[in-house]
């Protein structure tokens, strides 16, 4: 399922790319395909990164706790 909005999403900030890579273990290749999805679908990253089973719903939920913690 693609999920398209009509909405433009920002660019995810460098320290969730961080995060990613260092807490949740991503490759480069996985993030490259989620970023690529996520612009293409105008959907947010850690969206993406779960519908192509690329993290977990645990590893989802741990991204988007770690998102609401920040400013």
Request: proline letters at 10%.
């Amino acid at each position: 399922m693609v999920v398209i909005s009509s909405c433009p999403q920002p660019l995810p900030a460098p320290l969730l790319l961080q995060f990613l890579r260092q807490q949740i273990g991503l490759s480069d290749n996985a993030l490259e395909l989620g970023l690529k999805q996520s612009q293409l679908e105008q959907a947010p990253l850690p969206v993406v990164l779960w519908r192509y089973g690329l993290i977990s719903l645990e590893q989802l939920a741990q991204v988007l706790d770690w998102q609401d913690q920040r400013p």
